[in-house]
């Protein structure tokens, strides 16, 4: 069986990860997978350890060329409506599956357009939450099935008993993510110049980058930062070092945190509980559906800076807390998440559709 | 013939008179559209937004969100102003940069290096450059095998800002606008290379700010190199194009090491974590000199350097001058307004730094007479080295703490002590010896290797866990 995953960018962020843990647990069913993009913004390095076939093409002729010559028996395209076009014009020996990941609403207009491949089999998408947001959002295709299969997560950040704890002498609270208002750094901000106003034992790390590279835009957030500054900023943390991060936080008895608006699942959650590190989230509906309600993570009030902090100091404080929140979100993890679990349910459906 | 001419000149005037008159009509045709454009609306909207500019204040925030709301533009403002640069980073930069990356010696290492001066073009330094902290380090950097960009925020008129030059062999330099266009390409580049990579900040600038987190997330060992009490200085009236607090407290919270140059800087921004003191230092040039004679009083004091209100005391001077008419004091450096020079206190007014010697030479003692304040008492000051390294005893007030260790220095707390210290310092003998072992350790070549030894004492642990930690691997 030979896949062909079509994304729009290739980035550093949750689709290429998604698509690396994939073809690995894909490879091991015995399941080829291909990848092909449009752009690439950093993330083709990411797949550099793998022997992944990667195609960065943006000429139809030449993507059509590729898609002919390797007889691919599915093609998911993963919100890319800019190839929807080229394939409505294939046959229909070729399987298309249309994922849509993007949390971004104006990205997904293509669905409320009705722009979906004329021979799409089915709609894949990461959580329940998000299958109803979407299927809210469509105003066609209603007959087409949607299926959820969450992203996986990779096997090193998977953390196999306790660790000796470095002596930290403070508690890192990490941040990752883009700079943008769906993300909500900037309440992240917020949430770090109040906590800085009551402890000084924390210290915030953001990362990620602003969509449009270029010019000093961290500095005018920096002017309006109030009170003594405690965050540091890094613009990325490499792939192969991403892990490490989720250990210092947990480690150094912090947590992670997001103030997202909009996730259709959140890798960066994930990987976090993954790494027995606490997660701290908004009360969004897709966080609440993968932390249960608060059972295997944290959830504040979005907006509420107050209650963002009061969640996180009993999160750093409470060790009975912590600890109990930390093993409910790893079981999950194992039961439902790993390369090998997620890989099983895409191995499941393929062969449903064949 | 001369009627002829006449005729002419007569036909010139009246052809010029016609021209004046249509100019005069032209002139006030264009008042008259000035004075419609003056009394217009579009007119007083403009003027209210240009008196925006540079205003930094709630009512600045409120009406230019107004403003981008409704017209989607923003005033500019200060910050705006340093930031924007038309500087164009081209593929002659990018292919200098990476010949230069090319000739790293691996196990020396790469430093790059923001400060203020450009240095002067041309191959190699100037001596007197070299007594600049920030110059002196890089040379003797460099003497290493150390590699260093060199880059430098002086912005003014006649210093381009999109060239890179070659300083010597292991220098470059270029404009922090340059630089801010190639860091991520440089630092990209130079990834794979396993060698001492360090970014030193000797100087702020709102482009620092995204610099510094660069390097962090490539892992460069960041220092910030914390030359002076910026923030004084600021209040003080100077500086005030880019200094910011918040600046350097993110500059402060985001470098691995801070070097203070002083112990109450070191206090300063001690919440932040360990903040090592490296002091100034100085270049042992050569003080063969022939002496520039001057006239000589019962005592002969010198000073040289800034002579700017807001540091030198000149109440003291004036008075201890007043006091002691046979003493003769010397100034060197540029008189700001204002000051009525007593007879028996002479300016020289500015003078090459290679000429500081040959006058020098002529005094008992030199003098450091500042002002007491949160400004002066953090300050390293450069010239206690030099006159120490000119062998002259110093008698100082408004100077940092660790210079009391100094021999053949004198502190003054007060204008009494002061005056007596200039009797004591100008009958001291200066014992070579003695002098000697001071200088020898307070050279910038020494500087620059306890500059190095706290570089490789390590990163903070969230960096060591991150990048290197073998967990999981």
Partial sequence: MKVLFIHRHCGVGGVSTVIRSRYVGLKQLGIE????????????????????????????????????????????????????????????????????????????????KADLPSGTRCIVTPSETFKEIIRNERSAFRDIPIHVIPNPVEERFLVDGDHVKEPFNKKYVGWIGRLDKMKNYQEGLKIAEECAAFRDDVEFIFVGRFPSGGGTQLFPQILKFKGRTKFKWLPFIPHQDVHRFYGLLRESGGCYLSTSLGENQSCAALESMASKCPVVTTDIEVFKELLEDGRCGSIYKSGNVRDAVDTINKILDDRVLRDAITDSAYTKVLERFTVEKVSLKWEKLLKSLE | MADLKKGDLQRRVTELEKKVETLKGELAEKERLLTSMYTSKTWKLGQ?????????????????????????IRPRNKWNTIISSPVRATDRHYQTLLEFISHITLGKGIFVMI?????????????????????????????????????????????????????????????????????????????????????????????????????????WTTVYDILDNWEEFSKAGWLTEWYSRDLEEFVVSNADIKIAVSYFLQRKFN?????????????????????????????????????????????????????????????????????????????????????LYAYAQNWDVALLPFKVNNLTISCDSLKVYEYLSFRLPVVARGVGEHVRN?????????????????????????????????????????RAKEILTIVQSGKPNYKEYIFESPLHT
């Fill in chain 2, 271 to 355: 919440y932040s974590g360990n903040v090592h003191i490296v002091h100034n230092g100085y270049y042992p040039d050569s003080l063969n000199v022939p002496v520039k004679n001057l006239k000589q009083g019962e005592v002969t004091a010198g000073y040289f350097g800034s002579l700017e209100k807001y540091r030198f005391d000149w109440d003291l001077l004036l008075s201890i001058a007043e006091r002691h008419k046979d003493w003769l004091f010397y100034l060197i450096g540029r008189m700001p307004r204002n000051i009525r020079l007593r007879e028996n206190i002479i300016s020289l007014g500015t003078l090459h730094p290679a000429e």
């Fill in chain 2, 48 to 72: 209210l937004y240009g008196r925006l500019f540079g205003m930094e204040s709630f009512w600045r925030e409120k009406i230019s969100s107004f403003a981008k709301k409704i017209f989607g």
């Fill in chain 2, 406 to 446: 100094y021999p053949y220095v004198y502190i003054a707390e007060t204008e009494r002590d002061f005056e007596k210290y200039i009797t004591i310092a100008a009958s001291t003998r200066i014992e070579e010896d003695k002098i000697t072992d001071f200088l020898r350790t307070s050279d910038w070549s020494s």
């Fill in chain 2, 115 to 219: 400060a203020r001066p450009k240095i002067v073009e041309g191959i190699g330094f100037r001596a007197e450059e070299l007594n600049y902290r920030v110059v002196g380090l890089a040379n003797e950097f460099s003497k290493e095998g150390v590699r260093i960009l060199y880059v430098f925020t002086e912005q003014k008129e006649g210093v381009s800002l999109d060239h890179i030059e070659r300083v010597s062999e292991n220098i470059l330099q270029m404009s922090i606008q340059l630089f801010f266009k190639t860091f991520e390409f440089f630092f990209e580049r130079i990834n794979s290379f396993s060698t001492n990579k360090v970014l030193f900040i000797h100087r702020l600038h709102p482009c620092v700010v995204e610099i510094v987190c660069c390097a962090n997330a490539y892992n």
């Fill in chain 1, 33 to 112: 997978a291909d990848y092909l993009f449009l752009n690439d913004y950093g993330g083709k390095k990411i797949f550099s350890d793998l022997d992944i076939r990667l195609y960065q093409l943006k000429d139809h002729n030449e993507i059509a060329k590729i898609i002919y010559g390797n007889t691919y028996d599915f093609i998911s395209s993963i919100d890319c409506p800019e190839l929807h076009g080229l394939l409505n014009t294939l046959p229909h020996t070729f399987k298309i599956l249309c994922e849509v990941h993007t949390p971004y609403p104006d990205q997904r207009a293509y669905l409320k």
